[in-house]
């Protein structure tokens, strides 16, 4: 079988910042890993709690929403009142794979347009978060998205497992 590399080594990206370019590789796995972790999985698997460990649909659901909220900020807003509301009902069971991962799709789509938008000289932008509004700055922010979606993706993957094998 003629595997593709991990997407960071697929070569350099050079329509883009090395940074800028390195996030959107880092989407690329975040879509990878979270697409073969949840298809295939049934609804009783997807919501399934092991051990009372939080479900893959909520890892997957919390993934598109996190990203969602993020981005938000990125573009230096604060969350909607429905952004908020959606929040509460992350752990919620009822979406199968097709729709979570739809879900996520349209949130790294968001993600990856404000990166491509992102240019080196706005890095050090402040951005400020929730209603304490506390300071980072764009690429700070940028770079958490990746990070937090990575962390998602890996208990997401972790857990199918679990409920694949038992």
Known sequence: ???LPEPWLRGIDANHDP???????????IREDIS????????EQIWSRPNGAASVGFHA??????TDRLCTYLEGRQLSAEQLAELKNEAEPGEDAASLLARIDTA???YESLLR?????QFATIREIGRRRLQTTAIGLAIHIAE???R???QATSIAKIVCSG
Do not use: E, K, W, Y
């Not at 073969?36 to 609804?43: D, I, P």
């Not at 938008?117 to 000289?121: A, F, G, V």
């Open 108 to 110: 790294l789509d968001r």
């Open 61 to 66: 659901r919390h993934l598109a929403g996190s």
């Open 36 to 43: 073969q972790a949840v298809s295939g999985l049934t609804l």
């Open 19 to 29: 940074v800028i370019g390195h996030l959107l590789r880092s989407s690329q796995q």
């Open 148 to 150: 937090h979606g990575q």
């Open 152 to 154: 998602h993706t890996g």
């Open 1 to 3: 079988m003629n595997q």
């Open 117 to 121: 938008s992102l240019m080196p000289d």
